[in-house]
């Protein structure tokens, strides 16, 4: 039963990943592989913080939220200059930058090796040990993120984000505020990274370099294809789907010294074939 | 000395991802889809040529042997993947999303084929060292610098003397008109990848001589190559080619003041630079 | 008394090419002014000046005696004039009922924070820009396709759907990229009468046009747009009985 509990939580921590990576990717329509790296800033924020003791949990997330909304946003501002392609560069550089920090910055992210015995999350003084209790709160954190992406889409800032995607000069002629949407969108996608981020460390109670790299931003655009974009059905099949797809090639006797590469393997071939066959996704619009 | 053995060694390998930038750019100038996927068509070149040589075929038909491999791999990318997703009217972005879906393939099988553990050139050649007045200079890297200016030579003279360059140049200035001209976008553009493919393999071999293969080793490269290609301007063979070496030169010479692992960001920053003064880059056409 | 849209001086280079050659012409208001000109004279060039999509190298556009220089297009929608595209630039993944919606002045709910943290107030407001975004539609004739998706609508009917998104933003200076062109003989009755329907209730409108027929019937005051520049002005039977301006106009195809 832990196993399906300890599933169900990776699984509603990805829900938030998937979140910020549809709110960029299928909303906004900018193409991003480096939410992973504010996922990470997140959680290394968090931790350097529980790790010192200068703040408690809560105060903790809500600095790392902050810091990567500021972060995403500016990620997010080459895109509203260059055009896609060349934001493809910019995304690329990022993350491989963010893997240089977080693997030789020691001092912060204790390098290569991580940061181990990151404290378990706590609310107000009482320290959420158990399993079940974890759940509890990740449930939580994820129904608000579904909530906030939901209020989104239905309202005109959805509406006037979807137009955006489709034809950004369009949508200046009638009088909008183009970078000021965008802008707010990467700030919220920015909120959903960190936050995700902050829980991972503390519930894994380990971090290192490797939850955070270039494998790890193609996962979650992975997971935007495969469930599929701007609606909050994709957000949530996508992740569901894409962690319990591992434990399915335990199965299949492969042996553990390929096991990553074929698990990337298998995102590769999912990222073409939606490409190619179904664009929406399992449960989205087409991208 | 330590500073003129760093040039050189920039300007070595610099000339080496200058072709990589500069059959990048031939297929982006032409297609207008940026083929991530390149790098994973780099990073087979190198294991193609390690298994040739493994089986004891000699240096020259390992690496044309490779080249042919890269060909064919770039020409099954643009056929069985690109034209496909071009007849369902894919956007933009869904390319993307493809191509890098092609790079994560052909990464892994590598790897799942190789391993990921990096694998060594073993040629006595390569790792002769050759003292110029005080440079040290591999044989390695006197290959690279003399194959990379021949296949920077040999593009160029491509792109502008021979009828099919011409060809592909009209197609990549106005596919439109190249249609009704009987040009055959199509056509062009399978050709396009295979020539460019080709051409990468000559870097993807070469580089890793030095450095040794890694499954994962494609994307670096091919960021600085892109970086290049923007920084020169879109449509400049030789910007492209140009700002590479001045990258890698850059890239080099940071290793006087800081460590080698932060090169990435040496080479970020230049993008950034160019992307808030110039972001056309210096020698855009039109 | 200054003009109602003055237009001063303009020039506009393009690399090699002099898109805009001192152009300057005036705008009198509650009429319809069409422009013509070969193609390549600058008709659209100088649409996206008085829009604030291009920064012209030198001269000035005035809007009701306003300097609109530097001044954003959200901006110089917010002081009247809005313009429409030639290529129509609609969001076609989106009902037609929501494209007129963004093309609504901003409110309530179009930033995050109020979509989030005052969600049945937005709904509320929202609901009451659909009805609005709905009499737009039915000022069009568009009513009964409200909640089709825009890529299923007929070129006509998206045509129309253009002008609907335009008079959502409240502009009362309209600037229409040929929103006859390609139109069967039904259609372009249907946006003649239309344009003429929106002169009658007080809006002023700028419209570019290859159609003389459509010329002939609509248009108050012609400009005539020769190589980025006025060339010549007047009423459609004084611009067509001009030798010297037809064969500039049909010269290469006679």
């Known amino acids: 039963m832990d196993y399906f509990y300890s599933y169900l939580i990776l699984a509603e921590i990805y829900v938030l990943l998937g979140l910020s990576t549809n709110l960029l990717v299928g909303v906004v329509g900018i193409f991003s592989v480096s939410q992973a790296a504010v996922f990470g800033v997140g959680a290394y924020i968090v931790s350097d913080f529980l790790l010192s003791g200068t703040l408690s949990f809560l105060p903790a997330l809500a600095v790392a939220a902050v810091a990567c909304i500021v972060l995403n946003v500016l990620l997010t501002l080459p895109s509203l200059r260059v055009s896609g392609d060349y934001f493809v560069v910019t995304s690329f550089g990022i993350q491989l930058l963010a893997t240089a920090v977080f693997t030789n910055w020691t001092g912060g992210t204790g390098g290569a090796n991580g940061l181990p ?171 | 000395m330590l500073l003129l053995q760093l040039l050189v060694n920039g300007i070595v390998t610099g000339c080496a991802l200058g072709v990589v930038a500069v059959s990048f750019a031939l297929v982006y100038a032409t297609t207008r889809i940026f083929h991530i996927a390149h790098a994973g068509v780099y990073t087979l070149g190198g294991y193609l040529a390690w298994s040739l040589l493994a089986h004891g075929v000699p240096e020259p038909l390992a690496l044309l042997g490779a080249m042919a491999g890269c060909t064919v791999l770039g020409a099954a990318i643009q056929h069985f993947l690109y034209a496909p997703l071009e007849r369902r009217r894919a956007t933009h972005l869904i390319v993307l999303i493809a191509s890098l879906g092609a790079l994560a393939v052909i990464q892994n099988l590598i790897a799942a084929v190789y391993s990921s553990d990096i694998l060594e050139f073993t040629i006595p050649w390569a790792s002769a060292v050759v003292t110029l007045g005080g440079l040290r200079l591999t044989g390695a890297q006197l290959a690279t610098l003399a194959l990379s200016l021949a296949a920077f030579v040999g593009m160029l003279w491509f792109a502008h003397r021979t009828l099919l360059g011409k060809r592909i140049r009209a197609v990549a200035s106005n596919p439109f008109l190249a249609e009704i001209t009987r040009l055959e976008p199509r056509a062009v553009y399978v050709t396009v990848i295979a020539i460019a493919s080709a051409v990468v393999c ?75 003064f110039r972001p056309r880059g210096l020698f855009a056409a039109g | 008394m200054s003009a109602y849209l003055e237009v001063s001086g303009v020039n506009q280079r393009f690399g090699g090419l002099q898109a805009l050659n001192d152009c300057g012409f005036a705008i009198a208001q509650g009429g319809i002014t069409c422009m013509v000109g070969p193609n390549g004279a600058g008709k659209t060039t100088i649409f996206n000046v008085i829009t604030g999509f291009l920064r012209p190298d030198t001269g000035h556009v005035a809007f009701r005696g306003r300097r609109l220089d530097g001044l954003r297009p959200q901006a110089i929608v917010a002081a009247g004039i809005a313009r429409s595209f030639q290529n129509l630039r609609l969001f076609v993944d989106l009902t037609a009922l929501e494209n007129v919606l963004v093309g609504l002045p901003s409110g309530f709910g ?61 502009a009362e200076l309209l600037l229409l990229d040929e929103p006859a062109s ?20 007080g809006k002023t409108l700028l419209v570019v046009e290859h159609n003389t027929r459509v010329v002939q019937q609509i248009a108050d005051h012609v400009l005539f747009l020769h190589q980025g520049h006025l060339m010549a002005e007047g009423t459609p039977a004084q611009i067509i009985a001009d030798p010297a301006l037809a064969e500039i106009y049909f010269g290469g195809a006679l």
């Open chain 1, 117 to 287: 015995g990151v404290p378990p999350p706590d609310l107000f003084g009482f320290p959420l040990e158990e399993t079940r209790q974890i759940l509890g709160f990740t449930t939580v954190a994820a129904g608000l993120g579904c909530l906030a992406f939901w209020l989104s889409m239905r309202a005109p800032y959805g509406r006037l984000l979807k137009a955006i995607r489709e034809d950004e000069l369009a949508v200046a002629a009638a009088g909008k505020d183009v970078l000021r949407a965008k802008v707010s969108a990467a700030a919220l996608a920015g909120a959903f990274a960190g936050v995700a981020g902050g829980v991972y460390a503390t519930y894994m109670s380990f971090i290192d370099p490797s939850s955070f790299d270039l494998d790890a931003s193609v996962l979650l655009l992975t997971m935007v294809v495969v469930g599929g974009a701007r609606t909050l059905a994709g957000s949530i099949v996508g992740p569901v789907v894409l962690l319990a797809l591992p434990q399915l090639l335990q199965l299949v006797a492969i042996p553990t010294t390929v096991a990553a590469s074929a698990r990337q393997l298998l995102y590769g071939v999912l990222l073409i074939a939606f490409a190619v066959f179904r664009p929406q996704g399992l449960a989205g619009e087409r991208l």
């Open chain 3, 182 to 201: 390609g139109l069967a003989a039904g259609a372009l009755d249907q946006v003649m009468a239309l344009l003429r329907r929106l002169q009658g209730e």
């Open chain 3, 110 to 170: 179009e930033a995050p924070l109020g979509a989030l943290f005052r969600p049945f107030h937005t709904a509320r407001l929202d609901r009451a820009r659909r009805a609005q975004a709905m009499e737009r539609l039915e000022h069009v004739g568009l009513a009964d396709r409200a909640a089709e998706k825009v890529r299923n609508l007929s070129y006509g009917e998206q045509k129309l759907l253009t002008v609907a998104r335009l008079l959502a933003t409240g």
């Open chain 2, 202 to 276: 000559i870097p993807g071999v070469l580089v890793p001589l030095d450095l040794g293969l890694q499954p994962y080793g494609g994307v670096t490269p091919l960021l600085t190559a892109t970086i290049a290609m923007i920084a020169g301007g879109v449509g400049s063979l030789g910007g492209a080619f140009l700002f590479a070496v001045v990258i890698v030169v850059l890239q080099n010479l940071s290793l006087l003041v800081m460590p080698g692992e932060w090169s990435i960001g040496v080479t970020f920053a230049i993008f950034v630079v160019f992307m808030l």
